[in-house]
């Protein structure tokens, strides 16, 4: 593994050997003798990949009692396992995935397997990259640190990984700087070829912000948001390509004690939509005006910079990619000019796609706002309004080609269930053994991640004390399958008086 020339200048304390030790190892392996250990770390870094297992064994043909053969929890993508403790020696190192809701070992579709060993005090680092379907691992030796003079001195110790894809960023720049200064005042901390793990660099203990350019080129391509490091321990900062939305190129992983810490471009853009979910037949009078459209203003600071027109109820608009920040919208009927909602408040974080249900739900009225709303106590509500409501739900960003996420929103009004239950039910299950299921009350939302496979899904209301199916639908996922939403509304038309709606997360363009 060729090192980098790496060159801290904000401080001047000399570098030391390889290292990437968490301040808190967990000890998940065999050994007991502190002397013979050494440690097995795991980091998912495919954005094609669902959750993916690692497997450690002493001997595959051997199945001894007192062999090691573990598999540890799952790892999804960009996430880091915990660094699991090994007696030194020669083990074989399997990763998989699932195919079924089985996660024993056997029943893994595996992607590795190979023989590593673990030495005394060394962490194996091993890394998944690419597609999945083509899927590329590596693996780094990493000598821990222990150094009594970081702790006095308030020293942390980094080291850098590039792992971008792109031969574009084949070989690139990582400068950093405190995080109230500018890439004016940032050091080159080293250039970063592809693969290749740097040496250790020890820094003070400050807020930093992250700085990406070509190799020797002042062109900033990433500027990262700023981040902590404010204890004696121990990190990897991995430069990637960025899978959320918008166009910085890059997103940083820094994994340290309790994971990942995600950074994203300060600049990077949030993707937004809206979807219209007011149905005409239940607003039933209580809106007159409403035609089955309605218009949608965005405005920034007082100025209108996006009009979606006669976003006709069921329609998704399309996606919309603009500046991170704060927002407001109002939603109009185009025809008589009734305002339904106004200046509501839309936080588009940065890297992020959020959809913006809109719906509405009946309520009695009540004009004298003393609570009464059968004035004449006859028994029955006066009457009735519908208001129009908003619910933001951010997508899955998730491009995993085994597994798809779904976002599951409910814009029920009923009175006479508060919430519903949403079973995925598999080919050999009934509802009751189902593996997959969420319950979700009247104005939230759930998700649930699938693997690719045919489910029955059915929505369950309990209604005086009866489970009663709302509807039921027929899903199938495999490779070509997007993340959905699960929409369960109002429909008239239905028996039951609702249904459920699958619509891709990714909207038109």
Known sequence: ???????????????????????????????????????????????????????????????????????????????????????KGTYYVELGYQVDDSSD??????????????????????????????????????????????????????????????????????????????FNEAQLLGTLN??????????????????ITLAGS????????????????????????????????????????????????????????????????VIDGTLPSYQGAVNVKVRRNGTTEFIFNNLAKGELSATTTTANGDYSFDIVEPNSGDVYLSRVLLTLIDNADNTIF??????????DNDGIVDENQDGIVDGYETKIKSLTVTNSSSVSVFSHTMKIVNLADSD????????????????ATASHSASVLEEKTSSVTLLNNTYEVHAIATIDGTSVIMDSYNLVLDEDSKDQFVIFEADASRESGFKMLFVDQKPKD
């Open 1 to 87: 593994m060729k090192c980098i020339n790496v060159r801290p200048k904000l401080i001047s304390h000399p570098m030391v050997c390889l290292s990437i030790l968490l301040l808190a190892l967990t000890g998940c392996g065999s050994g007991s003798d502190e002397e013979k250990v050494g440690y097995i770390k795991f980091y998912n870094a495919s954005p094609s990949a669902p959750s993916i297992y690692m497997s450690v064994d002493e001997d595959l043909d051997d199945d001894d009692t007192d062999e090691v053969e573990l598999t540890y929890s799952a790892v999804p993508y960009a996430s880091v396992s915990a660094t699991n403790s090994l007696e």
């Open 194 to 211: 592809v693969e290749d793990l740097s040496d250790n660099i020890k820094l003070a203990q400050e807020d930093y912000i992250y700085y």
């Open 416 to 431: 006479d269930f508060s919430r519903v239950t949403f079973y995925f039910v598999e080919n050999d299950e009934i509802i």
């Open 358 to 367: 809109l719906y509405g739900h009946k309520t009695p009225i009540d004009d």
């Open 218 to 281: 002042s062109e900033l391509l990433y500027t990262s948001e700023d981040v902590a490091y404010a204890s004696v321990a121990q990190y990897i900062v991995v430069i990637r390509d960025n899978a959320g939305v918008g166009s910085a190129p890059f997103t940083i992983d820094s994994i340290g004690t309790n994971g990942i810490k995600q950074l994203n471009d300060i600049d990077a853009e949030a993707q937004f939509s809206f979807y219209n979910a007011i149905e005409v037949d």
């Open 105 to 182: 070992r056997d029943d893994l579709q595996l992607i590795y397997q190979e023989q590593l060993q673990i030495k005394k005090d060394q962490i194996k680092f091993v890394v998944l990259t690419s597609d999945i379907r083509s899927p590329n691992i590596l693996t780094y030796d990493i000598d821990l640190v222990d150094d009594d003079d970081d702790a006095d001195d308030d020293l942390f110790n980094l080291r850098l990984l590039n792992l971008s894809v792109n031969a574009n960023y084949a070989s690139l720049d990582l400068y950093v700087s405190k995080d109230n200064q500018t």
